[in-house]
């Protein structure tokens, strides 16, 4: 990518500025965990435990080479 890079056009941004949830069963008991798109661990409704997201999963602000003007937008998004 280049310096014209535009965070609103990267399809990775939409998840972390409209996070949406996804419920995967919890490894320790079995129960419903919930998994936000916009955060890197999800916590157990039934056990209360935290586990990390698997890493196919990670956000792109992990690895991408822009992430620091994402992260700089999504701040503002969240104050604003």
Not at 23 to 44: A, H, I, L, Q, R
Not at 55 to 76: G, R, T, V, Y
Request: include cysteine; proline fraction near 9%.
């Amino acid at each position: 990518m280049t310096d014209s890079f535009r965070p609103d056009n990267c399809p990775g941004v939409s998840n972390i500025v409209r996070p949406v949830p996804e419920y995967v069963k919890c490894p320790n008991c079995g129960g419903t965990m919930e998994m936000w798109s916009d955060e890197d661990f999800g916590k157990c409704d039934e056990c209360g435990h935290e586990y990390p997201k698997a890493l196919k999963d990670a956000s792109c602000l992990a690895w991408c080479p822009h992430a620091d003007k994402c992260k700089e937008m999504i701040q503002q998004k969240k104050m604003s």
